[in-house]
């Protein structure tokens, strides 16, 4: 099974490494579902910062000097055209030749942000050594968590915002894409800003370099930010009655909007605030979450399908239950899965994750142009409309199942 993961990683890798701009710099932003590129199509910060973050994630783990170039080749990218040097932080869209589009402040691409430079300072710190690290990027790791920390935090209910203006003033239309709810909370930058507190954290413990600036930085330490997050999950976003998470919230953490199920974002969560609890080496703490865990995970079987797949999410006020398969989810299914299984010998989850990864391998990819089907339909029917590349189409979710599944069946 770890030579299939480790095969697969290579073939979604070998697609972003031919979607680089040789024109322009950095990656091209659009490649239809047909596999048509679109060469002058915008970048959006997210698709940077998630290439930015496989692309060091995958060096790490395989040491090709490949996948450092082209790690590096992404963090100039962001350097030179998306950080906002009069305001701070960074844009959330750029044109093809680099000039911003878009310049308002989500929260959440601020975290990806975040998340992918603290894999490529690893990523660098593994090559130079332990004491080195690039000052640059280790600048605007520091830059970037005081900006989510001063102007996205909200001190009086706690937990973060969802967006603010390019110079961080309020924002009447917060939501972040056009199917999300416009409430001014939400479980998915929670969720994002959570993956990337933990990956700052472990930098941190293995990075003394980046130590020091924080030891300058004036606000709270992220350990104390990722206490408050994992709370909130526990106390808040986590629905005690159904043990789903729920997705969007007014100020003073009330539910709002739409009453949805994301079985995805359930089974993510399940094996992200795991990592997010062992980075932080608190036993007690862990006591307490692990049991959610497993109840989280469980709650989500309720997406699971009989050709292995998982469902996006269901209405629960319209009773419609999404019968598209998509690709997120399904990665995050197999890691999900495999988390239970790894952690308590839970055989049926093992179940779960072999059989999403073998409908996966029978639907999912696209062996004529590379990557992954943006989806499938719920006869097995692949999605050749939406991207393969685009603003929300990366190479994240599915090149991370690779490397967790790579690294979890090293460890069993």
Known sequence: MNCEFSSELSRILSFWLR???????????RMRGDGTLVPDAPKGGILNARILWSFSAAYRLTRQPEYLRAAIRAEEYIMRYFVDREYGGTYWEVDCLGRPVDRHKQFYAQAFMLYGLTEFLLATRDECGMEEMNEEAGRLVVSLYELIERYGHDPLYGGYIEACTEDWGVMEVMCLS?????????????????EAYTNLIRCLNECPALQAFFSMASLRHPVEAQRELIGLFCDHILNADTMHLDLFFTMDWGRAGHQR??????????????????????????????????AVARAAEAGLNNDGSMTHEANLDTHYREPDRHWWVQAETVVGYYNIYQRWADEQALEHALGCWH???THLLDDCHGEWYWSCDEWGNPNVHDDLAGFWKCPYHNSRMCIEMIRRTREQ
Request: with cysteine; proline share 3%.
């Open 178 to 194: 056009a199917v999300d709810d416009n409430q001014p909370k939400s479980q998915n930058t929670h969720l994002h800003i959570l």
């Open 359 to 361: 409908y996966i391998k």
């Open 19 to 29: 979607m680089q701009d040789c024109e322009h710099g950095g990656y091209y932003g």
């Open 261 to 294: 199920e994301s079985y995805g974002h359930d089974i993510e969560c399940s094996w992200l605030i795991h990592e997010a609890v062992l980075v932080l080496r608190d036993e007690a703490l862990l006591q307490r979450v692990q049991p959610i865990v497993r």
